[in-house]
Structure formats: C-alpha cells, structure tokens
Nanobody
Framework: QVQLVESGGGLVQAGGSLTLSCAVSGRTFSGYSMAWFRQAPGKERGFVAAIQWSGPTTYYKDSVKGRFTISRDNAKNSVYLQMNSLKPEDTALYFC????????????WGQGTQVTVSS
C-alpha cells in the first residue's frame, strides 16, 4: 500500500514563494504519474500539476503556468511543487496524488497541506 505525506505549506505574502513536498512511503512507487491538486474553501478539488514518474512530461493548470514547477526525485520517492509569485487566489489545501496506470485516475491521495497567501 502506498501512503503519501505532504509538507511545506504555510502562510506567505502575495508575491512570495513556497515549496511543497510529497513523500511516498509503504513501498517504492513505480506507477505512471504523480500530481498536485488543490481545494479552496467552498470549491471543488481541482488539478494543479502532474508529472510522469518515468518520463519528462509535465502538465499544468493554465493559471499556474510560469509560476509553479513540479519535479520529482525518484531516488527519494518524492515529488515537489515549487510555487513562485503566489497570489491570494492560490490559497487552498494542496493534495498530492499518485496514479498507478494511465487513464484510470489517481489511486492514492495524501491528507493535504494548507497554503495561505495574504494580500
């Protein structure tokens, strides 16, 4: 069984930066991809960014392109989200997710880490 644990959230002023980390435990992950989602108060959880676990391909929500960077460290079984030029609208609970296979959705989810951006 795969467990995901996020860290790195916090309170930051608009224009600031944060780096979120997601550590995979339980077993070495060798699935298809990992991703970050976020859920703001009163809103549904939505996609932010994804990265192939064994390839170079990344995907981003349009509103974070150029500001957020997703990366991974296979040796450390971890994925990261570098967030720059943060905006108040980026405030949300950020979740890490992992997909074992392409096209079947995300199989594992973390508990989330809170990011709050003050104006």
């Amino acid at each position: 069984q795969v467990q995901l644990v996020e860290s790195g959230g916090g309170l930051v002023q608009a224009g600031g930066s944060l780096t979120l980390s997601c550590a995979v435990s339980g077993r070495t992950f060798s699935g298809y991809s990992m991703a970050w989602f976020r859920q703001a108060p009163g809103k549904e959880r939505g996609f932010v960014a994804a990265i192939q676990w064994s390839g170079p391909t990344t995907y981003y929500k349009d509103s974070v392109k150029g500001r957020f960077t997703i990366s991974r460290d296979n040796a450390k079984n971890s994925v990261y989200l570098q967030m720059n030029s943060l905006k108040p609208e980026d405030t949300a609970l950020y979740f890490c997710a992992a997909a074992e296979k392409i096209g079947t959705g995300y199989d594992y989810w973390g508990q989330g880490t809170q990011v709050t951006v003050s104006s």
